[in-house]
T-cell receptor, first 110, second 110 residues
Framework: GQSLEQPSEVTAVEGAIVQINCTYQ??????LSWYQQHDGGAPTFLSY????GLEETGRFSSFLSRSDSYGYLLLQELQMKDSASYFC???????????FGDGTTLTVKP | DAGITQSPRYKITETGRQVTLMCHQT?????MFWYRQDLGHGLRLIYY???????DKGEVPDGYVVSRSKTENFPLTLESATRSQTSVYFC?????????FGPGTRLTVT
């Protein structure tokens, strides 16, 4: 089976940089995705890494290393509105469904 | 309007009743998914569908039934609701790696 591990909570201050890690155990997958979910809202797609390396989208970047079974989401210039839960997910080669991590709750303090 | 919609948004029902949650998407995405999210927890996959008339179980299928006679609709039925099924239910659709989530249905079983 597949499993993904993320820290349950992370706290940072406004303007800082924070990294949310995702380690996984899966034999093969198409890529690593990240989703954001605000309290009371639906998850929304943030980024996708099909290949190893860094993908940058504005203040958010995502990284994947298949050799290390590891990825992370990097949030720069943190804003209060970044307070949310962040989920990593993988879609294995042998399945049409994705497996999600349990999520990391990010709290941004002033 | 284009997108993915769910109805009802809120539902209160009694133990033992049958409840159907509706999901509709306008993108003609092949894949559709049903997740439940309990308070403070991650997403758990109930059922998913790769195409019309093709459905498969996820992690927590017991007590739920799905059908997909048309590509755009993917209803979820709770055959005999139990208190443990009180949760927020998200429907999602996907064409490739990105999943698009509906706004969710908040279901309370009393």
């Amino acid at each position: 089976g597949q499993s993904l591990e993320q820290p349950s909570e992370v706290t940072a201050v406004e303007g800082a940089i924070v990294q949310i890690n995702c380690t996984y155990q899966t034999s093969g997958f198409y890529g690593l995705s990240w989703y954001q979910q605000h309290d009371g809202g639906a998850p929304t797609f943030l980024s996708y890494n099909a290949l190893d390396g860094l993908e940058e989208t504005g203040r958010f970047s995502s990284f994947l290393s298949r050799s290390d079974s590891y990825g992370y989401l990097l949030l720069q210039e943190l804003q209060m509105k970044d307070s949310a839960s962040y989920f990593c997910a993988v879609r294995p080669f042998n399945a049409g469904k994705s497996t999600f991590g349990d999520g990391t709750t990010l709290t941004v303090k002033p | 309007d284009a997108g993915i919609t769910q109805s009802p948004r809120y539902k209160i029902t009694e133990t033992g009743r049958q409840v159907t949650l509706m999901c509709h998407q306008t993108w003609s995405h092949s894949y559709m998914f049903w997740y439940r999210q309990d308070l403070g927890h991650g997403l758990r996959l109930i059922y998913y569908s790769a195409a019309a008339d093709i459905t498969d179980k996820g992690e927590v299928p017991d007590g739920y039934v799905v059908s997909r006679s048309k590509t755009e609709n993917f209803p979820l039925t709770l055959e005999s609701a139990t208190r443990s099924q009180t949760s927020v239910y998200f429907c999602a659709s996907s064409d490739q790696y990105e999943q698009y989530f509906g706004p969710g249905t908040r279901l309370t079983v009393t």
